[in-house]
């Protein structure tokens, strides 16, 4: 089968870092996407992994290591409206993403 | 350079009745997506439409379910005779090509009543 796992909440400060995990267990793996999603809005692309190694972009990173299935969204320096939920895909060679159940973060002033 | 639109955004059915959704992609995307989101869930895949043709249609329900990407006009994700269980957020991105970054519509909210 294939499945991905993420933390189904995390709290945490303004101003603080925070990473949201996820591992997969797939076939046909092609890459490793992660989306945002405020209040069941649009999911709104963040990152993209088909590499081994880390991705920045801005205030976001996100890593990846095919060989122990596994992925992770680095958050710095949150702020407030950073709060959503985080979601995990992976890509499969037909095209489609396979998602995980989400990642609610909370950021507290 | 509008992003995916998706309408209706809400739709309202009884059960029995037809629901028909919507989903024009991103100018120069020929890759459609359909995705069903339950409260509280991740999004669920349910077909891959390139133009003319079906490509996956794996998490399509066997009945009822049904997706067209016409030469002309938007995509259409049609639901036949809905049930209450069909109530969810439906969701379409599209693509460049084939397993490129998929960029997602703002859905539509179904409601059986």
């Known amino acids: 089968g294939q499945s991905l796992e993420q933390p189904s909440e995390v709290t945490a400060v303004e101003g603080a870092i925070v990473q949201i995990n996820c591992t997969y267990q797939?076939?046909?793996?092609?890459?490793l996407s992660w989306y945002q999603q405020h209040d069941g809005g649009a999911p709104t692309f963040l990152s993209y992994?088909?590499?081994?190694g880390l991705e920045e972009t801005g205030r976001f990173s996100s890593f990846l290591s095919r060989s122990d299935s596994y992925g992770y969204l680095l958050l710095q320096e949150l702020q407030m409206k950073d709060s959503a939920s985080y979601f995990c895909?992976?890509?499969?060679?037909?095209?489609?993403?396979?998602f995980g159940q989400g990642t609610t973060l909370q950021v507290k002033p | 350079n509008a992003g995916v639109m998706q309408n209706p955004r809400h739709l309202v059915r009884r059960r029995g009745q037809e629901a028909r959704l919507r989903c024009s992609p991103m100018?120069?995307?020929?890759?459609v997506y359909w995705y069903r989101q339950l409260p509280e869930e991740g999004l669920k895949f349910m077909v891959y439409?390139?133009?003319?043709?079906?490509?996956?249609e794996s998490g399509m329900p066997k009945e009822r379910f049904s997706a067209e990407f016409p030469k002309e006009g938007p995509s259409i994700l049609r639901i036949q005779q809905v049930v209450r269980g069909d109530s969810a957020a439906y969701f379409c991105?599209?693509?460049?090509?084939?397993?490129?970054?998929?960029?997602f519509g703002p859905g539509t909210r179904l409601l059986v009543l």
């Open positions: 439409l390139q133009k003319e043709n079906i490509i996956d």
């Open positions: 895909a992976v890509s499969s060679n037909t095209g489609k993403l396979i």
């Open positions: 991105a599209s693509s460049p090509g084939e397993s490129e970054t998929q960029y």
């Open positions: 100018k120069g995307h020929s890759h």
């Open positions: 992994n088909a590499l081994d």
């Open positions: 797939t076939s046909g793996f092609y890459g």
